[in-house]
């Protein structure tokens, strides 16, 4: 099994809070892209490749080292994962981001092409349930107690708070 093609889809999704911000800043929208590896033999792997500009990384900088690592990748044995980060590393250095997008599509495809729960590549069922630790905005006092009563209701249990 080979790579054939990789798709790059932009994904824009609105915050809830369009004012959300923490230290570093924040914006109205998540930007990110889904990565599709897709095999030649029509077998597909999926992978998810976010952007933050307040940590320095921007929506066109990540789409800009996917598409650098397009033509590296197409021929590819999907299992050969150390090679061809080490490919993608020659390529272009860094770009974290881009690159566990990447990741996450090949174990994808690996573990449709095996016919197993992408879990069973990753050491096996521990959890049926992952804890989600969510961030109240920085606001007035008021407002930020007022988001982390509203979060725990909604059953979150970890709750980060910036002052």
Known sequence: MKIAHMEII???LPKEDPEWRFALGGEAEAKAFIVKLVSDEGIFGIGYAASATHHGISFGGVQAALEAYRDPLIGQDPFDIEKIFCILGRTLRGNNEAQAGIDMAL???QAK?????LYALLGGLFRTEIPVMRIVAL???ARMAENALKLTAEGYTYIKVKF
């Open 10 to 12: 932009p994904v824009v």
């Open 107 to 109: 174990h994808d495809l």
């Open 113 to 117: 092409k095996l016919g197993v729960p």
């Open 139 to 141: 606001k007035e006092p």
